[in-house]
């Protein structure tokens, strides 16, 4: 089967630094994807990682290690419109089918 | 960048009445289209993936009679879901990636969220 693990819930402070972590097994893995998705909203994407290392784009960065079967998404600075549901996506070959993980929800205090 | 639009964005029917939600791209060529469903607090459920001019695949335990897909176009798919009841309210969301776009990235349309009464 296909499957994605992920925390069900973070809490961090505003200004800090938090990780996501995200562990699957799929077959025909290609890449590792991140969304962001605020209550009553569509998903909007992070980042994506086809090889290991790490992506950064701005204050987000992604991780992966294929050998693993391993990444994660780190988030620095953190604000308060972080606060939002993070999901890990496995991006399969055979169509680029995306099956998503549970998703984390991300709290960030004042 | 990359846009894809879903009309409408919300839709109220009755139950036994059929629904069509549509998703566009708005400046690329999709030529393969994704469709989920996510009920509230969980994760987005692939229902069935289309590319343009072939029949939808549809993913295990979704049933293709009852939610219908057409990618008639590179620009246009159709998710009609029939003979509607209130267990079908859902957020649907469909995406999109393309041959002018990172084959392996999907662009998200805003959803459409399905009340059945």
Not at chain 1, 3 to 29: D, M
Not at chain 1, 35 to 60: K, V
Not at chain 1, 84 to 107: H, M, P, Q, W
């Amino acid at each position: 089967g296909q499957s994605l693990e992920q925390p069900s819930e973070v809490t961090a402070v505003e200004g800090a630094i938090v990780q996501i972590n995200c562990t699957y097994q799929t077959s025909g893995f290609y890449g590792l994807s991140w969304y962001q998705q605020h209550d009553g909203g569509a998903p909007t994407f992070l980042s994506y990682n086809a090889l290991d290392g790490l992506e950064e784009t701005g204050r987000f960065s992604s991780f992966l290690s294929r050998s693993d079967s391993y990444g994660y998404l780190l988030l620095q600075e953190l604000q308060m419109k972080d606060s939002a549901s993070y999901f890990c996506a496995a991006v399969n070959t055979g169509g680029f089918k995306t099956i998503f993980g549970a998703g984390t929800r991300l709290f960030v205090k004042a | 960048g990359a846009v894809v639009s879903q009309h409408p964005s919300w839709v109220i029917c009755k139950s036994g009445t059929s629904v069509k939600i549509e998703c566009r791209s708005l400046d690329f060529q999709a030529t393969t289209m994704f469709w989920y469903r996510q009920f509230p607090k969980q994760s987005l459920m692939l229902m069935a993936t289309s590319n343009e001019g072939s029949k939808a695949t549809y993913e295990q335990g979704v049933e293709k009679d009852k939610f219908l897909i057409n990618h008639a176009s590179l620009t246009l798919s159709t998710l009609t879901v029939t003979s509607a009841h209130p267990e079908d309210s859902s957020f649907y969301i469909c995406s999109a990636s393309g041959s002018s776009t990172d084959t392996d990235t999907q662009y998200f349309g805003p959803g459409t969220r399905l009340t059945v009464l």
